[in-house]
Every structure is written in C-alpha cells, then in structure tokens.
C-alpha cells in the first residue's frame, strides 16, 4: 500500500519562495511517476508539474521558470520548489503518484492529502 503525506504549505508573501515536500511510504517509490497539482477555490484542479520514472519533466506554463519538481528515490521523496510567487498560485496542493504495470496492465494512483499554501501581502 503506498501512503502520501505531503507538508510545507504556508503563507508567504508574492515574491517569496516555498518548498513542499512529498513523503512516501510503501515499496516500489522509483517505479512511481510523480506530480503535483492543485487547486483553488471555485477552481478545478489543475497540474503543476509532474517527474517520470526516468526524470522527465513536465510543467504547466503558469509555473515555468519559477517551480522545479524533483525527487530523490533514496529518501522516497518529491519536492516542489516554488519561487517568485503569485497571488494566484493561492490553492491546495496535492501530491500524486502513478504508476502502469505492463505486466497485468493495471493503473495504480494515489493522492495526498494535500497542504495549504496561501500567496498574500
């Protein structure tokens, strides 16, 4: 069973920088694409950014140049590093991680419970 918990979420001003962190607990963290999305009040959710197995990134292009996904299989962990933030980056944001086995063609998905962050003066 894989397990999301996700922290760092806080207030901070425009401008100001945030990391959110992504622990996971379960086995087979390396085979796991990783994401974050969020979202805001009234608002679908939305992808932020998401890490292949191998390492490739995607970012939505409201975010790029100012947040970095990464992982480190080792400590089983995600990151978002968010800079230069914006009022309008207000919203929950949600760990996820994915994964297709080939092998029985069976889609597994798991979300976090989500944290708060909150872009204000």
């Known amino acids: 069973q894989v397990q999301l918990v996700e922290s760092g979420g806080a207030l901070v001003q425009p401008g100001g920088s945030l990391r959110l962190s992504c622990a996971v607990s379960?086995?087979?963290?390396?085979?796991?694409?990783m994401a974050w999305y969020r979202q805001a009040p009234g608002k679908q959710r939305e992808l932020v950014a998401r890490?292949?197995?191998?390492?490739?990134?995607n970012c939505a292009d409201s975010v790029k140049g100012r947040f970095t996904i990464s992982r480190d299989n080792a400590k089983n962990t995600v990151y978002l590093q968010m800079n230069s933030l914006k009022p309008e980056d207000t919203a929950v944001y949600y760990c996820?991680?994915?994964?297709?086995?080939?092998?029985?063609?069976?889609?597994?998905?798991?979300w976090g419970q989500g944290t708060q962050v909150t872009v204000s003066s």
């Open positions: 890490i292949s197995t191998g390492g490739i990134i």
């Open positions: 996820n991680a994915d994964r297709f086995d080939v092998s029985d063609r069976y889609r597994r998905n798991y």
């Open positions: 379960g086995s087979r963290f390396s085979s796991y694409a």
